[in-house]
T-cell receptor, first 110, second 115 residues
Framework: TQLLEQSPQFLSIQEGENLTVYCNSSSVFSSLQWYRQEPGEGPVLLVTVVTGGEVKKLKRLTFQFGDARKDSSLHITAAQTGDTGLYLCAGAKGAQKLVFGQGTRLTINP | DAGVIQSPRHEVTEMGQEVTLRCKPISGHNSLFWYRQTMMRGLELLIYFNNNVPIDDSGMPEDRFSAKMPNASFSTLKIQPSEPRDSAVYFC?????????????FGPGTRLTVL
């Protein structure tokens, strides 16, 4: 049973476009994290959101945690080729146990 | 600073053989996690340790899998006997337990192929 559903699974867009990736669940999480993974490497944490409704910005990336702490979104403005990668959301059950979504494989074309 | 170190980076073995994956966490971290990543199932937590003690092994697929952490700087994940369906990338991650949502630092992974 996949507790976290990410959409879309694959996304290919042109450099300069905007995009949004979604992470949805029927479960409530104490917090939610977004990771980025490049080929041949492990995931790297981008952000942790804790409070329902919380919005965090990381340069051109905007992360939002749903009011009910069941869902989250990642919005990228003016995508660059360096944004290419696998984006994973992970819900925290307590302080340490993470449940990961299947990931969104993002390709930014020059 | 050295990150999480995993060895080997690639392992190819035949069905029925024993496989041992190794992990050295970041110095000073007191929590260690083993994950498995496949295309079908994504990234799954297998087991995690706090202060070298296994806390949750509910993700370990079956008795063929075992993990140990004999000291704060070393952990192993063993598969015996291995099967083709065990083929995956296995990640080790470590963190400093704070009581809030910890930041987990992942190693580069071990790509296991069981023929």
């Amino acid at each position: 049973t996949q507790l976290l559903e990410q959409s879309p699974q694959f996304l290919s867009i042109q450099e300069g476009e905007n995009l949004t990736v979604y992470c949805n669940s029927s479960s409530v999480f104490s917090s939610l994290q977004w990771y980025r993974q490049e080929p041949g490497e492990g995931p790297v944490l981008l952000v942790t959101v804790v409070t329902g409704g919380e919005v965090k910005k990381l340069k051109r990336l905007t992360f939002q945690f749903g009011d009910a702490r069941k869902d989250s979104s990642l919005h990228i403005t003016a995508a660059q080729t360096g944004d290419t990668g696998l984006y994973l959301c992970a819900g925290a059950k307590g302080a340490q146990k993470l449940v990961f979504g299947q990931g969104t494989r993002l390709t930014i074309n020059p | 600073d050295a990150g999480v170190i995993q060895s080997p980076r690639h392992e190819v073995t035949e069905m029925g053989q024993e496989v041992t994956l190794r992990c050295k966490p970041i110095s000073g971290h007191n929590s260690l996690f083993w994950y498995r990543q496949t295309m079908m199932r994504g990234l799954e937590l297998l087991i995690y340790f706090n202060n070298n003690v296994p806390i949750d092994d509910s993700g370990m697929p079956e008795d063929r899998f075992s993990a140990k952490m004999p000291n704060a700087s070393f952990s192993t994940l063993k598969i015996q006997p291995s099967e083709p369906r065990d083929s995956a990338v296995y990640f080790c991650a470590s963190s400093l337990q704070t009581g809030f949502t910890d930041t987990q630092y992942f190693g580069p992974g071990t790509r296991l192929t069981v023929l």
